[in-house]
């Protein structure tokens, strides 16, 4: 009786196999069982997307096309099909928060091709990702993402600024909010959103290694992946000695051997609210590969590029000079910041030639009255530029003393970008250089892996100031991306601009810039930013003629322990929750619309007295941007705070124990 027992068990799970092996559609839940992707294999391999049992994104066509027009994901035949379950605690050194949980659902489906799909749905959303453990060379000519939503839909999309060669550009743009089957025929990058009712869709990628990174154009209701060919031959601008794509090869990607692809995201959230704290993008990427952290330092920086290097009231010629340099130290250490950064101009950029520093600055003294003052000294270069002497000049700079590199102009996403960024994360981590890194795609985990790695742009953030136009709207972006971009990682907007104007007074100003809002709305960046690496961005002795405010926002951290988004609504306005320690910060902004807000500090434990620090908005602040309020007040976890935010306003909230 045992032994027919055991047959017939056998025989159960032998069936079970067979059919899960010859099934055409698997379907992978995510572990609240709201969200399900559902793969079906037959002529193509195609993708769809539900959310409790109902349809978020339409059958949609996925794949590779390789070397003679070979589609290993059509008309495959499946080898093996195995599902598995992630649970893991995820250290997250310079991010959002330092740890957190992640789950997920996983399936695994190998081809009897050499190409598989691991297909992984969590309760942020799902991904995927395609495999290869073919031998040899292998080539990849274009990859397959049909992502169909509908015409109906909406998305909010950032163009390619470049119509002539629309993957060579900075990766910086506003959203066009636009109904799918009226979008521009043009590219844009990464993220991208789709509003499909019951939920929106956030395109993303993570975990790009040698490969290029995703485009997509609106072609009907469907997003359709694009990607940037190989480069065949480079050339140089003369201006920075910046290279970039002469010519193209046919194909978009080599490699050899096994090869893992990027990781396509399309998080999933019900409420806007969630969408800043997704952590899809991080935990899908590569674990760290620099081991030890502690000697990374995140902190702020005071800046020379944006505030043109204008100072007033010295007795020497303001400009890129010694000079210069040590008051900007002397401000950056007199309000605690950790940094400041020599932007373009420290060496000759139209020489090229990172090893050669301007006698002007005289750098090594400079350096060693930095160390004085315990303030770091970043160095500015252009990618290839210093990709070119990298060990060289990561040494040199190094011994000398410099704390990292701001890396600016890529401006390309196609493969051998990709390892250039890598290279140099990855030299950078050996001589304890940190990066910023600007003229970038959007982040794509890799400062998981490199976790020296403290900042990407990738934003229309601060600069754009001083050439853009009203039409843009920067309030309104500013309440935009931080559901959007920042689903990606950090931002390096570049913030705290004191000339402040409405909306009825900003105008473009070249050398003395004037940000779109108020001085609040600019405070408020270093709480609502993810921003490790921050910029106070205009002129020391602008900062100086305002004490008050420069303490107050010289004094915000710029990593925590914890984060979260209390109230918001994409484009239109978000409040932003973060705890140091026992210190808690909230900060709000709004569009260029004047909002009335109600703070519950229900997240304060209970039986403990706060002193609130308050950053508010001033009374006239809808006429002059500039005028604010600090106050204090008491406050338990039973306190509730209105705020009124002035047009393109905004406000910051320290609260602290009392002893």
């Not at 195609?46 to 996925?62: F, N, R, V, Y």
């Not at 990607?227 to 010519?247: C, H, I, L, N």
């Not at 770091?376 to 270069?381: A, F, N, P």
């Not at 402040?500 to 930013?529: F, L």
Request: aromatic share 12%; with cysteine.
């Amino acid at each position: 009786m045992k032994n027919n027992l055991f047959r017939l068990l056998v025989g159960v799970v032998l069936l079970t196999s067979t059919q899960s092996l010859l099934a055409k559609t698997y379907d992978v839940n995510s572990p609240n069982g709201k969200l399900t992707a559902r793969i079906a294999i037959e002529e193509r391999c195609q993708l769809s997307i539900l959310l409790d049992g109902k349809e978020l994104m339409a059958p949609s066509t996925i794949g590779l096309t390789i070397a003679e027009g070979k589609q290993p994901f059509a008309h495959a035949k499946v080898a093996r099909a195995k599902k598995s379950k992630i649970g893991e605690i995820i250290t997250s050194p310079m991010y959002r928060q330092p740890s957190f949980q992640f789950a997920a659902n996983q399936l695994d489906i190998k081809l009897k091709n050499g190409f598989g799909l691991i297909v992984l749905a969590s309760d942020e959303g799902i991904a995927y990702r395609f495999y290869s453990t073919a031998k040899g060379d292998t080539y990849i000519y274009s990859e397959t993402a049909d992502y169909n939503f509908g015409t109906n839909r909406t998305a909010w999309l950032a163009y390619s600024t470049n119509k002539e060669k629309p993957y060579a550009m900075a990766f910086q743009n506003i959203y066009h909010h636009t109904a799918l089957g009226n979008a521009q025929d043009q590219v844009a990058f990464l993220p991208a959103t789709v509003d499909c009712g019951a939920a929106k869709v956030t395109l993303l990628e993570t975990d790009v290694v040698s490969y290029p990174g995703m485009f997509v154009r609106a072609n009907g209701g469907q997003l359709k992946a694009e990607f940037a060919p190989y480069p065949k031959t480079m050339d140089y601008y003369r201006w920075r000695g910046m290279s970039y794509v002469k010519e193209t090869e046919a194909y978009i990607a080599r490699h050899t051997g096994a090869h893992s692809y990027p990781w396509r995201i399309l998080a999933v959230t019900e409420d806007d609210t969630q969408m800043p704290v997704n952590n899809l993008v991080y935990a899908l990427a590569r674990e760290n590969k620099i081991g030890a952290t502690d000697w990374i330092k995140p902190g702020k920086v005071a800046w020379d590029w944006w505030n043109d290097w204008n100072l007033r009231g010295v007795d020497f010629v303001a400009g890129i000079n010694f000079d210069t340099y040590k008051y900007y130290i002397d401000f950056a250490a007199a309000h605690g910041l950790e940094y400041i950064i020599l932007d373009e101009g420290w060496y000759d950029s139209n020489k090229a030639n990172i090893m050669q520093p301007i006698e002007a600055i005289r750098l090594p003294e400079l350096i060693a009255y930095a160390n004085s003052k315990n303030v770091g000294i970043v160095l500015w270069t252009v990618f290839n530029v210093i990709d070119e002497k990298l060990e060289t000049a990561c040494k040199h700079y190094a011994d000398m003393g410099i704390k990292g590199f701001k890396v600016d102009f890529l401006d390309r996403n196609d493969q051998t970008a990709f390892e250039m960024v890598e290279r140099l994360a990855e030299c950078a981590a050996r001589h304890h250089l940190i990066l910023d890194l600007h003229g970038i795609y959007a982040p794509v985990g890799l400062n998981r892996t490199y976790p020296n790695i403290l900042n990407y742009e990738g934003v229309f953030g601060m600069e754009e100031v001083r050439w853009t136009e009203l039409e843009n709207n920067m309030p309104l972006y500013d309440v935009t991306f931080p559901y959007i971009r920042m689903m990606a990682g950090a931002v390096d907007f570049t913030p705290g601009a004191m000339r402040n104007g409405t909306k009825e007074d900003w105008k473009a100003i070249y050398n003395k810039p004037i940000s779109m809002g108020t001085r609040c709305h600019q405070a408020a960046c270093y709480i609502v930013h993810d921003s490790p690496f921050t910029m106070l961005a205009d002129s020391p002795t602008n900062y100086e003629d305002d004490e008050p405010y420069t303490q107050y926002i010289a004094s915000l951290p710029t990593v925590f322990d914890e984060t979260r988004i209390l109230q918001g609504k994409m484009g239109e306005y978000i409040v932003t929750l973060r705890r140091l320690g026992d210190t808690w910060y909230i900060a709000g902004q709004t569009n260029w619309d004047a909002r009335d807000l109600t703070i519950d500090f229900g997240f304060l434990p209970e039986g403990k007295s706060y002193k609130a620090h308050l950053l508010t908005d001033g009374i006239n602040a809808h006429h002059d941007a500039e005028d604010y309020r600090l106050s204090t007040m008491d406050c338990t976890s039973t306190t509730q705070q209105a705020i009124h935010l002035a047009p393109g306003g905004g406000f910051v909230i320290k609260l602290k124990v009392e002893n």
